[in-house]
């Protein structure tokens, strides 16, 4: 499994993602223009596609990084263990991310 | 050369010149913040995915005064620090891996120093111009 490029690669993609974090949080304080601006960005098609990549790449990289911690403190290191890890921080990023969208559309994020 | 220990002429190998000198007790601190940040951020997800949530739909005055509750802006202001230190360290290890030359390296840690503590202070000012309610 290639997981680590890829642990490597969603941490790259949070890196710029937090421009969108910090476009946010500065539209917030700055008034309700710029807050419309940043909700037509999040509310488009495009903007909710980059949402939901940064949603998983945060999800991936946390679980495949919890793995990492197993490994740091001595675990899992035996073949199946390490397959099991890293199918579990595949598969667990990649539901969670679903999870977290089904919930934000069940209570009106989809608006 | 007196000065055996600095000269580069010198007959002593590095491992011998800081031999008994004892640890630095710095060689492991990215290392052990990187940690540090993670297992911070991970206890932080759930109230930050809950403040996300509560945030979501809402308009600029709904948001704004959430934004500006003790709690939330609390948090928030933990997991960014969090994660500004996070990924300063993440990518400086990428930068080392993967560019070799010298003064281009030295350019890249810099501007990824520069940038992380942009974010960061960028979104703290943001957050606590939201909480004086100016």
Do not use: C
């Not at chain 1, 199946?80 to 539901?95: C, D, K, M, Y």
């Not at chain 2, 994660?83 to 003064?103: F, L, R, T």
């Amino acid at each position: 499994m290639a997981l680590s490029i890829v642990h490597r690669a969603t941490g790259i993609a949070l890196y710029a993602g937090t421009l969108l974090l910090v476009w946010w949080l500065v539209a917030a304080a700055s008034g309700p223009a710029a807050y419309a601006n940043v909700q037509a960005f999040t509310g488009s098609i495009i903007g909710r596609l980059i949402v939901f990549g940064y949603t998983w790449a945060l999800m991936h990289h946390m679980l495949s990084g919890v793995r990492h911690f197993f490994w740091d403190l001595g675990y899992g290191f035996k073949a199946n263990e390490r397959e099991a890890l890293t199918w579990g921080a595949a598969i667990g990023g990649i539901v969670l991310t679903v999870l977290i969208w089904i919930v934000a559309y069940a209570i009106g994020g989809g608006r | 050369m007196s000065t055996a220990g600095t000269s580069k002429r010198s007959m002593r190998t590095p491992l011998g010149r800081v031999r008994n000198l004892g640890a630095a007790h710095s060689g492991t601190s990215d290392f052990w913040r990187q940690r540090l940040t993670a297992v911070a951020m991970l206890l932080l997800m759930i109230p930050v995915l809950v403040i996300v949530m509560m945030l979501l739909g809402r308009n600029h005055a709904g948001a704004a005064q959430i934004l500006s509750s003790l709690p939330v802006a609390l948090i928030l202001l933990l997991f960014i620090f969090a994660s500004a230190w996070h990924m300063k360290i993440g990518m400086q290890v990428v930068i080392e891996d993967y560019v070799h030359n010298e003064k281009l390296k030295l350019v890249s840690v810099m501007l990824n120093n520069f940038f992380s503590v942009a974010v960061a202070l960028a979104s703290t000012y943001a957050i606590l111009k939201l909480s004086s309610g100016v």
